[in-house]
């Protein structure tokens, strides 16, 4: 046991909390060095003497202030009229700033939410405008051509590649030449 | 067991918890003494001791539906009345700072150490108790707070656990170099 051990167990070598073996050690080394033994002894003297420090009492008109206070404060306890009155208006538990956002975020959800719907046959959906627009500029140009016959093969550039069968036929009648 | 009164603390509580006002005036007189020396020790001024059990013990009736019957109600109350011990040293220490800074270096008033009780010495008398007020004040807030709920309220040290919230290993340590500290803060008071 060192100095620093020691000095970590005397309050529970004073209370007896301490078990056997460790008292032993304690007391061994107590014994061993004197200051040891007059540190215990001073511990013990502080200990006494905190215990037996004057009691003070409250002062006569403690109680009076007490309760004067008291009656204070049950005016002030909820259920009561006062604090009825400092309760802000709600509106379904909100207070009115805080419904008037949520208001107005759910109605932008809706409105972005009827957007997104896709079309369905026989109805009529209410689109943006610059679709509407879309659809107006490419059906009527289609249909007129049409109807004028201005419509013309699809240029073979663009048309989808197939076998020129005339090619072959050529070859045919030099071979049978 | 060889309480001196008919209701216990907790069955106080409870009546005053359903309504039975006379019930707090009970607990009231039987915590306002002990809650004063406690609040004195730590606080050093017997007026805002006072004020300290006054603001207990109010926010014991306002907020008597707070207590839970987990705990014991000394250690509630204890609890209660420490932390308003803290917030008064708080206020004061931020008080003091303004107040120093506007006095002149002469109107500054120093305290002189005691220089009778020796440590060692069997100390008791007004003095000796004066001395030991003053090494208290000189300790940390951590070992101020048991030191005081042992040695002068005592408490054991399961109830100081609960009141500060640490380990019973913690508060027994704690302990030991409190009163090792007071005990080096007296022989420096010497």
Known sequence: MDRYQFEDLISEYLEGSLSQLRRTEFEEFMSANNDCSLQVESMRQIISSLNSLPKLNTSPTFMSDLMRRVETAKIAEPGSDIIEKKIPATLFGFTPAYAGMIGAVLIAIIVVAFELIPNQPGQINPPSVIAKSEQQQVLPTTTTQLAKGELEAPDSTTAPKTLPDHDFQDQMILVND | ?190
């Open chain 2, 1 to 190: 067991m060889n309480s001196p009164y008919i209701y216990t603390d907790e069955e106080l509580i409870a009546r005053f918890q359903k309504g039975d006002e006379q019930a707090y005036v009970e607990l009231v007189n039987r915590y306002r003494d002990r809650l004063l020396n406690f609040a004195y020790r730590f606080v050093n001024d017997e007026e805002q001791a006072e004020d300290v059990v006054q603001d207990t013990l109010l926010k014991l009736f306002t907020h008597r539906h707070y207590y839970r019957n987990i705990a014991k109600f000394s250690t509630w109350i204890y609890t209660i009345a420490g932390n308003l011990a803290k917030t008064e040293l708080r206020k004061r220490k931020r008080h003091k700072v303004t107040n120093l800074s506007q006095m002149g270096r002469q109107e500054q008033e120093y305290e002189l150490p005691a220089t009778e009780a020796e440590t060692g010495q069997k100390v008791d008398g007004h003095y000796a108790g004066k001395q030991i007020q003053q090494a208290i004040q000189m300790l940390p807030l951590h070992f101020r707070t048991v030191i005081i709920l042992r040695d002068i309220q005592e408490l054991s040290y399961e109830e100081i656990s609960n009141i500060v919230d640490v380990p019973l290993g913690t508060v027994k340590s704690r302990i030991n170099r409190a009163r090792l500290q007071l005990q080096k803060a007296l022989k420096d008071l010497k």
